[in-house]
């Protein structure tokens, strides 16, 4: 299985910045959707927000529209999440998924088994 690496977690204030990013080695960006999730403990992993192959497509989550913006750059091979605004709610470990199966403006579906170890993000004052 291909390992994601994601990079950009920290603790920042309610209404700081952050961009994580997102490698992995051997594995052709520009074939696959891909997306950001997130979880904290107790609940299910969630999307946040997620992009097509190409770029053309991207999903986010209601309460991170306007706020968050997911980019790829095929050519670097680099999944980007800019979050903006950032609020305690966003608090949680953040992993990103290389493959995603399926993603529109109201859906994305995450494929098992393509996802990075995960870095934490926690805003608080």
């Known amino acids: 299985r291909v390992q994601a690496v994601e990079s950009g977690g920290g603790s920042v204030q309610p209404g700081g910045s952050l961009t994580l990013s997102c490698t992995a080695s051997?594995?052709?960006?520009?074939?696959?959707?891909m997306g950001w999730f997130r979880q904290t403990p107790g609940k299910e992993r969630e999307a946040v927000s997620c992009?097509?192959?190409?770029?053309?497509?991207?999903y986010y989550e209601d309460s991170v529209k306007g706020r968050f913006t997911v980019s790829k750059d095929n050519a670097k091979n680099t999944l980007y999440l800019q979050m903006n605004s950032l609020k305690p709610e966003d608090t949680a470990m953040y992993y990103c998924?290389?493959?995603?199966?399926?993603?529109?403006?109201?859906?994305?579906?995450?494929?098992?088994?393509?996802w990075g170890r995960g870095t934490q993000v926690t805003v608080s004052s």
């Open positions: 998924a290389v493959r995603v199966l399926r993603v529109g403006p109201m859906v994305c579906e995450a494929d098992n088994g393509y």
């Open positions: 051997g594995w052709n960006f520009a074939d696959y959707h």
């Open positions: 992009i097509s192959f190409l770029g053309g497509t991207t």
